[in-house]
């Protein structure tokens, strides 16, 4: 029988004997896979799963391997760790993915906008239909959320702090995660790891998987008093420009009762708390009067590392660095990439029964992933290279935004991950206009 | 810690940057805007965050021991900004206070031809039509102005100017047709050196380098190249560009580079 290697379906193993090689066409371009495993089956007990990292990505690679019948373990610190400091705007595809129940989300916001270094503001969501918005979450909802649902589905949910991980040196031995918990150091043998931990993953160091560089992301969140935080009821703003960040832009975020405004950069850390100063006064008028009631930080990655899988073990979300540039997203590819690395490893292994290897994870993981999302990565590696470069080709930007096209397909993308149906006139004519865009604010900032 | 601390006060003792610790419940007014506060504070308290992130790579560390900043960095007001006042509630109400008494220190830009958030075109007439120049320059100036001193966006008060109501006529003849006259310039000399090079050297006169291939891809090189590299630094930038447009992609596909099956497993 064929085991169907699509991603999107799960996969049928009927214990036949006789396995033949069989060639499916269909809507979808699959390809021609030898249905005949080459790895052993695994003598009497299922293929055991470490997912190392409680956050979206490893809760969704948990529950992808516990339903697809692995032995699965997922790790996370006790207490879990403190909620990442991220804006916590998730897409709408996500919330139909992953079915996220809508008491989670804080906030609908369906209003956003972008305020050029001149403060040049244009209104971005005229566009949105009624029932589109962007869901605003608190990160430890959502996670904890997503964790307990792995746990409902079979995962064995381990509060400990991994803190090694020991490589095998041959290729049948298990590998070893040795973590603490209640004060007492215990180890764990799993055949296969998924590295889910975050920015500054063990895991990536375990395997020497390299380095990357990572952007930091500082914000304060802000008690602001009931006729201000009206303003902000399903707005969110964006600020970019040289004084609040070199390199990327402000933010300022609804969250369920109080604004998060924070700034990020990539090559000017030290600075932060400036453009953090900068940011406060490009919003004052509509935050005086508030009370800061937490400061947070948190690394973001700015690519993905050099090597995310190696051995048995892979890595996803954050670990691996799946955040797109310009825009700064990463919840719901952290999420997508630990589903699809959890399928990934149940199909290769065909449910549990036999051992994988690297291979398999190349395969069914990281082609698959890199075939369905490097394009809109390297889009928006585009787009900051474009815009985030000076004052001038972000006045550009802001100009742009005010295209209703533009909003349209803008929107069209990120709600839904996909690329939107473009007319071929209004594709020219937007490429025409920032061409133009960029060649009139360049010359202004001469 | 503490060092950081103290050092991290504020400078508001206009001449000298001694430390202090006390934390400030009400706010000088400061008549001068200082953008640039001394970095040091900054470096000494990104490092003591940062070598708690080495920490067990934890940001829970990271986050608590940004709290007890959090709370002194109450006391630091380089700038008159009443918001940062959280954790001492005595200062909320000398901080109302102090607000309602605050001088508008951050300087506006200011120009009796910018009215509303955008440019009055009216009071740029020359002969009854738009000075699109003036517009060009007030608006550069703007800008520039700007970036030195940021404004507080607000609500009450939208910038609204757009740059598209320039005629694209008006782009073009500043800024275009000079270096349009140079670029042209540049290309006809190359073009008749290397017609009389070649003619010397080959006997083939110009109409007949016209019918030649090779010469003809001579003809579109220079071209370009006259186009594309203006300046000196243009070469460098052209290489530079041409890197960093495949960096992004060369750092998605490491991972797919070979490496030893044998060795891979036993880092």
Redesign the interface.
């Known amino acids: 029988m064929a085991s169907l290697t699509h991603p999107f379906h799960t996969s049928t193993t009927f214990n036949l004997p006789l396995r033949t090689k069989t060639r499916t066409h269909s809507r979808f371009l699959i390809a021609i896979k030898a249905s005949k495993s080459t790895n052993p089956p695994l003598p009497g007990r299922k293929l055991r799963a470490a997912v190392i990292g409680g956050g979206p990505a490893g809760s969704s690679a948990a529950e992808a391997l516990a339903a697809g019948g692995v032995e699965t373990f997922l790790f996370e610190r006790s207490p879990p760790s403190t909620a990442k400091p991220c804006g916590g705007a998730i897409p709408l595809c996500m919330l139909s993915e992953f079915d996220i129940p809508s008491p989670l989300i804080d906030r609908h916001v369906t209003r956003m906008r972008i305020f050029s270094p001149s403060n040049l503001c244009v209104d971005f969501g005229k566009t949105l239909r009624p029932d589109e918005f962007i869901a605003m979450l608190r990160r430890e909802v959502l996670d904890s959320f997503l964790r307990s649902r792995a746990e409902s589905r079979g995962a064995n949910l381990v509060s400990a702090l991994v803190t090694d991980l020991e490589v095998p040196t041959t290729p049948a031995a298990p590998y070893v995660v040795h973590y603490t918990a209640n004060n007492s150091r215990r180890s764990l043998a799993v055949d296969v790891v998924i590295g889910a931990d975050g920015a500054n993953s063990r895991v990536a160091k375990s395997i020497h998987a390299g380095s990357y560089s990572c952007a930091i992301a500082f914000q304060e969140r802000i008690k602001l008093p009931d006729e201000k935080m009206e303003y902000y009821e399903n707005l969110a703003e964006m600020y970019v420009g040289s004084d609040v960040s070199p390199d990327f832009y402000a933010w300022v975020f609804p969250k369920c009762d109080h604004v998060a405004v924070g700034t990020g950069t990539v090559c000017a850390k030290q600075d932060i708390k400036l453009f953090q100063r900068a940011i406060r006064e490009r919003v004052k008028p509509k935050i005086n009067g508030g009370k800061v009631i937490k400061v947070e930080a948190h690394p973001i990655p700015e690519h993905p590392r050099p090597i995310r899988v190696r051995g048995r073990v892979a890595l996803v979300g954050d670990a691996a660095g799946y955040v797109t540039k310009c825009a700064g997203e990463g919840i719901y590819f952290a999420a997508k990439s630990g589903r699809m690395c959890g399928e990934a490893i149940v199909n290769a292994s065909e449910g549990g029964e036999r051992m994988i290897n690297e291979g398999d994870l190349k395969r069914e993981y990281l082609r698959v992933w890199d075939a369905k999302y490097i394009s809109t990565f390297r889009f928006m590696d585009l787009l900051q290279r474009v815009f985030y470069g000076s004052n001038a080709s972000r006045e550009a930007l802001v100009e742009l935004c005010g295209d209703e096209y533009v909003q349209r397909m803008t929107f069209e993308s990120y709600l839904y991950k996909r690329l939107a149906d473009g007319d071929r006139w209004q594709d020219a004519k937007m490429v025409w206009n920032t061409v133009g865009s960029l060649m009139r604010c360049n010359i202004i900032g001469r | 810690m503490s060092i950081s601390m103290a050092l991290f006060s504020p400078p508001t003792h206009p001449p000298s940057l001694s430390p202090s610790i006390s934390p400030k419940t009400h706010l000088t007014v400061k008549p001068h805007l200082s953008l ?1 506060p001394p ?1 040091t504070p ?2 000494l ?2 490092t003591t ?1 940062s070598s708690a ?1 080495n920490g ?5 560390s ?3 021991a ?2 007890p ?2 709370g002194q ?1 109450v006391a630091e007001p ?2 008159p ?6 954790s001492s509630a005595g200062a ?1 109400g000398s901080a ?1 206070a102090a ?1 309602a008494v605050e001088v508008k220190v ?1 300087s506006k830009f200011e120009d009796p031809r910018w009215v509303e958030g955008t440019w009055d075109l009216k009071q740029f007439e020359k002969d009854g039509k738009p000075d699109w120049d003036a517009v ?1 320059d007030a ?2 100036k ?2 520039k102005w ?2 030195g001193k ?7 008060d ?7 109501i ?1 005629p694209w006529w008006a ?1 073009t003849k500043r ?1 275009h047709l000079p270096e349009a006259e140079l670029l042209n310039g540049r290309a006809a000399m190359i073009g008749f050196f290397m017609a009389y090079l070649v003619d010397s050297l080959t006997g083939v006169g110009l109409v007949d380098q016209m019918g030649n291939f090779f010469c003809k891809t001579l003809l579109f090189v220079a071209v370009v190249g006259v186009l594309v590299i203006r300046k000196n630094e243009d070469i460098e930038n052209l290489k530079k560009l041409l890197e ?1 447009t495949t960096f ?2 060369k ?2 596909q ?3 580079q070979d ?1 030893t ?1 044998g060795g ?4």
């Open positions: 640039r970095k900054f470096f308290l990104s965050r992130d067990a790579g934890t940001s829970a990271a986050a608590t940004l709290e900043e959090a960095k380089p700038q900004v009443v918001e940062k006042d959280a909320n109302g607000e951050v060009i608006e550069a703007r800008r700007l970036e940021p404004e507080s966006s607000s609500n009450d939208p910038i609204v100017f757009d740059t598209s320039i782009w800024f960093e992004y992609d750092q998605w490491a991972t797919w490496e099956p891979s497993k036993n880092q």
